[in-house]
């Protein structure tokens, strides 16, 4: 079984940036995938980005890209969400996950969801 466990998020204002982290217990996650997900206040769940478990191919949704990077320590069993020149449209609860299927995650159908972590941004 695996738990991914997250931190970060909060209040923040337009302009600032949050880094947000995910890091899997359990057993080993090697060649899963991981991502985020985000969802606003009465809409579905967004995918935002993944990283292959070698870190070295990434996808990212084109409403965050040249703004957000995804990262991971391995070592940490860690990934990271690094959020830049964030808007008011970027508020929402964010999740983290995990999948043995790139394609699954994806499609919002991972193996493992995080518990989620609210970001708010006022304008």
């Known amino acids: 079984q695996v738990a991914l466990v997250q931190s970060g998020g909060g209040l923040v204002q337009a302009g600032d940036s949050l880094r947000l982290a995910c890091e899997a217990s359990?057993?080993?996650?090697?060649?899963?995938?991981l991502g985020w997900f985000r969802q606003a206040p009465g809409k579905g769940r967004e995918f935002i980005v993944a990283i292959n478990w070698s870190g070295d191919s990434t996808n990212y949704a084109d409403s965050v890209k040249g703004r957000f990077t995804i990262s991971k320590d391995n070592a940490k069993k860690t990934v990271y969400l690094q959020m830049n020149s964030l808007t008011p449209e970027d508020s929402g609860d964010y999740y983290c996950?995990?999948?043995?299927?790139?394609?699954?995650?994806?499609?919002?159908?991972?193996?493992?969801w995080g518990p989620g972590t609210q970001v708010t941004v006022s304008s």
């Open positions: 996950a995990a999948a043995v299927s790139s394609k699954m995650l994806v499609l919002g159908r991972p193996d493992y």
């Open positions: 359990g057993r080993t996650l090697s060649r899963n995938t």
